[in-house]
């Protein structure tokens, strides 16, 4: 039915089940220091919003989003991985965050097999292994420059680590009781196919947990944001997730702390969905031949002007935690910023 609601442009409905007075796709939530909110799309019924949106699934020609591309992406963290655990953490993606984002997952047991994809330097996977044994996890990226400052990680000694493509993932078809990915969906060409990915590798009853930005509501931030690369809108996950044959899909708000539930900017890390996988084997999404060919030569030009737009456009969302913070100490606790 929700999937039914869900194609195309055209109306969603929007359910919460923790609201609090005016919450919105857009709007701020001003939740300091509380759980932000869970969000579930189902069938109509009293409790719901009807709001027009439009979904898109792979990235359109007409959209820049310079680094929403893999060979972008690979050189991005060719130099990101040097500062990443000390720039990225600290302003975007807390270990709080980690913690309320990975919650949804339900890591409740020690033995099951986990992969993290697109897991970077680990830090993803530092909140993993507080629940689950390391020898169960294995670490994907497509980045060796990321990776190899995870395998310096002493918590992930025993995890397996692995070099590959979020859309293409080299597991078993109903390999692993959970699958997470942090912060890598907005580098994908085509996400639909990443999560389509997500279902294939999940057993029976398995649940996808995918932690990813939100799209921006403010003019400028949007502006910098779509040069970037991908920040989805909250429908889109739901839709993504659907389309691929999750159940009891779920999205759940987060963001740093002093940004007292600002979400206008749009967040790197802004909210965790996850979905359990219903039937065994492959997703029923039928979709045609990838959206970018790695293999393919490209213009070292393009890809030099590509990469350093992106780049540039990035240095704004290094800019918009400072400002947050300093409105955080500015404006009296309790007021809105
Ligand atoms: C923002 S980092 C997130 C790292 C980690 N999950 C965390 O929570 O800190 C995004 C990661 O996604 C990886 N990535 C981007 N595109 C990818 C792809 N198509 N397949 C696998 N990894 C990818 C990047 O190399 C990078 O390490």
Redesign the pocket.
């Known amino acids: 039915m929700a999937s039914l609601m869900l194609s195309g442009a055209q109306n969603l409905t929007l359910f919460t089940n923790r609201i609090p007075n005016g919450l919105g796709f857009t709007s701020s939530s001003g939740l300091h220091g509380k759980p932000l909110p869970i969000l579930r799309f189902i069938a109509p019924t009293n409790r719901v919003r009807t709001l027009n949106c439009s979904v898109s699934s792979s990235r359109p020609t007409s959209q820049p989003r310079f680094i929403q591309h ?1 060979k972008e ?2 050189w ?2 060719r130099f ?2 040097i500062v ?2 000390h720039v ?2 600290p302003g975007h ?1 807390t270990e709080d965050m ?1 913690d309320d984002a990975l919650e949804p997952a339900d890591l409740n047991d020690r033995n099951m097999l986990v992969v ?10 530092l909140g993993i292994v507080k629940h689950v044994d390391s020898n169960n996890v294995t670490i ?4 060796p ?3 190899a400052k995870a395998k310096q990680k002493k918590p992930l000694k025993d995890c397996k680590i692995v070099e ?4 293409d993932l080299p597991f078993l078809t109903d390999y692993a009781d959970r699958y ?5 969906i ?4 085509d996400p639909q196919r ?1 999560i389509k990915e997500a279902y294939r590798v999940l057993k029976l009853g398995g649940k996808a947990c995918l ?1 990813g930005p939100v799209h921006p509501t403010f003019w400028l931030s949007r502006f910098f944001a779509d040069v970037w690369m991908l920040f989805p809108k909250e429908e889109e996950y739901v839709e993504w997730f659907e389309k691929a044959g999750f159940k009891d899909v779920q999205l759940k708000r987060i963001g740093p702390k002093w940004y007292r539930g600002v979400r206008r900017h749009g967040l ?2 802004g909210c965790s969905v996850t979905g359990v996988k219903p039937a065994s084997g492959d997703s029923p999404l039928q979709l045609g031949p990838k959206e970018e060919d790695v293999e393919k030569p490209v213009n070292p030009f393009v890809l030099l002007l590509r990469f350093a737009l992106g780049a540039l456009a990035a240095t704004w969302f290094v800019l918009v935690p400072i400002y947050m913070w300093l409105k955080d100490q500015v404006v009296p606790k309790g007021q809105p910023i």
Not at 164 to 167: K, L, P, R, T
Request: proline share 2%; hydrophobic share 35%; net charge negative.
């Open positions: 893999k992406a690979f991005f963290y990101l991985s990443y655990d990225i953490n993606w980690r993290d994809v697109g897991g970077g330097t680990g830090f993803t996977t994907l990226d497509q980045s420059h990321q990776l590959g493509d979020a859309e997470v990915s942090a912060g890598s907005e580098y994908w060409p990443g932690i790197i890390m």
